[in-house]
């Protein structure tokens, strides 16, 4: 339940996020109900495929190891063409909701296709070896929605 709970709070802070970013878009149930809201619909309207990955530090972890998950996650970027973008970010709520999560990395893709080509990319997996032994926990979610306005 507190999983839950974690999951409906950040899919509501980043479609607040991404909704405040768009100019003129409305976010109400009205303009969310659109005839065909399969994903090659929700791409032909300008939207992304986000995956957001959350993790969670075993207690052991060093800060060069967590540095080198850093580095190594900012990296596939480069490494893996599928990926339009990539950010991420350290917690810094004051809410006390984080339940250990400490790092939060936002991906984009254009597709499913695109996603699904990054998941067992050879990169991806040489990234898990770095991860894995200071991995206590990780959630992720993936959701569609309109592309973030860029910061000119």
Not at 21 to 44: E, I, L, Y
Not at 74 to 93: F, H, Q, R
Not at 104 to 111: E, I, N, P, Q
């Amino acid at each position: 339940m507190k999983t839950l709970s974690l999951i409906v709070a950040l899919v509501a802070v980043a479609s607040a996020v991404f909704a405040a970013q768009q100019p003129g878009t409305s976010r109400d149930s009205a303009s969310d109900a659109a005839p065909d809201a399969s994903p090659a619909a929700a791409a032909s309207r300008g939207n992304k495929l986000f995956h957001v990955v959350s993790l969670k530090f075993k207690p052991s972890a060093t800060k060069a190891q967590i540095k080198a998950v850093e580095d190594a996650f900012v990296g596939l970027k480069e490494k893996i063409p599928a990926i339009e973008s990539l950010t991420w970010g350290t917690n810094v709520s004051p809410e006390k909701h984080d339940k250990g999560f400490t790092h939060c990395f936002v991906l984009a893709f254009a597709t499913e296709k695109d996603r699904d080509a990054y998941l067992p990319h050879p990169d991806h997996k040489k990234f898990g070896g770095v991860l894995g032994p200071v991995l206590e926990d990780v959630f992720v979610i993936d959701f569609w929605g309109p592309a973030l306005a860029s910061n000119k």
